[in-house]
């Protein structure tokens, strides 16, 4: 069961409840923790587990140059990571926390969306790198996302991404 509670705030803060397991991320948008029992734990980003949540749902607005089912079957991504299929802001979390090396999605405009901003707050506020599937900023003129736990990471997912995009076009 995967579900969500999330909370963002223009300045940075952000909170995304896990209701099963009794997590609570958040922000204050310098830094980022986890609370879990009354304990909160700072957020450690790693590539250590190699799972990679890969968001399948439609729409595909950067089709055909982009589809996120095709990256499943890069062999460089084999190679090197597990695929997990997962839509919520939990992946997010997972990302900034190190439980998820990396989460790619497509799709347009996450900079003020209800169902990321709070995950996207707390990937940068863990030092994760955040950007669009082409590498750059998250907004208005960008499209899909792809947050990593550390630059490496994001390097290689943006080279396996780059070269599925070149094929298809």
């Not at 589809?67 to 919520?88: E, I, K, N, Y």
């Not at 990593?148 to 070149?166: K, W």
């Amino acid at each position: 069961m995967l579900v969500a509670v999330n909370v963002a705030l223009r300045g940075g803060a952000a909170a995304v409840a896990d209701p099963f397991s009794g997590e609570v991320f958040f922000t204050d948008g310098e830094a980022a923790w986890v609370r879990h029992d009354g304990a909160d734990t700072r957020l450690a980003p790693t590539p250590a587990t190699r799972l990679v949540d890969v968001n399948l749902d439609p729409p595909f607005p950067s089709a055909p140059g982009f589809r996120a089912v095709d990256l499943l079957a890069h062999p460089g991504f084999v190679q090197r990571f597990r695929a997990r299929v997962v839509s919520t802001t939990l992946a997010l979390a997972w990302v900034a926390a190190g439980k998820r090396a990396a989460y790619v999605t497509d799709g347009d405009d996450f900079s003020e969306c209800v169902h990321f901003a709070a995950g996207i707050a707390l990937c940068r506020a863990a030092r994760c790198v955040v950007t669009g599937i082409d590498g750059s900023p998250i907004g208005r003129a960008g499209r899909g996302l792809v947050a990593a736990a550390d630059d490496e990471t994001h390097q290689l997912l943006m080279s396996m991404i780059d070269s599925r995009s070149r094929h298809r076009v």
